[in-house]
């Protein structure tokens, strides 16, 4: 008898919840950044496409709304909610430079970009990345797969080894809410 879908569906997120058990010290790494980032004066900036896009501002509200209770906000931006800069770039220049425009546009040095891309491949994220370099902010790669181009571009990557994007993408949304839950609790909000 094969397993309801219901029941393979909860087996894989469990699997894929054991690899992320290993990303500790990785996140460890990434949660001392954002907060070195945030005593500087300094933002965090999101983008991704599609479901990535969506995990980009969901991560964003956390930082600037609340996550685990009533605190000051913490300076974050989804580079995917403009449309007319998104149309506007992408038609005057091209879609791969929908984020790095913005980047280029509204980034400083004590900034963070977190690239997520459950490829690791995307063009436009890709690009945003070597244009965060640029301007000398930190990136970091909330990826999937085996990371992809990214993982070599981000200064900080935190890869799913997994090669379905359903699990990848709720592995990414646990690291998000780890990670915003983390950095209020070290910039002492909680």
Do not use: W
Request: aromatic fraction near 4%; glycine fraction near 8%.
């Amino acid at each position: 008898m094969t397993p309801s879908l219901f029941l393979q569906h909860v087996t894989e997120h469990q699997a894929v919840c054991e690899l992320v058990k290993t990303l500790e010290h990785d996140v460890d790494q990434v949660c001392s950044v954002i907060v070195a980032a945030v005593k500087a004066g300094g933002k965090i900036m999101l983008c991704g496409n599609g479901g990535s896009a969506s995990d980009s501002q969901h991560i964003a509200a956390e930082f600037i709304g609340r996550f685990t209770k009533d605190r000051e906000p913490i300076a974050a931006l989804a580079l995917t909610t403009d449309t007319s800069v998104l149309t506007c770039v992408g038609n005057d220049y091209a879609f791969d430079q929908i984020f790095a425009r913005q980047v280029q546009g509204l980034g400083r040095p004590a900034d963070v970009l977190i690239a997520i891309s459950t490829s690791g491949n995307s063009a436009n994220v890709i690009n945003a990345v070597k244009q965060a370099k640029k301007l000398g902010m930190t990136s970091i790669g909330l990826l999937g797969r085996d990371g992809g181009a990214l993982a070599k571009e981000c200064d900080l990557s935190l890869v799913i080894a997994h090669q379905q994007t359903a699990r990848i993408q709720e592995m990414h949304i646990l690291l998000g809410h780890i990670i915003c839950h983390r950095v209020e609790t070290d910039l002492g909000m909680v």
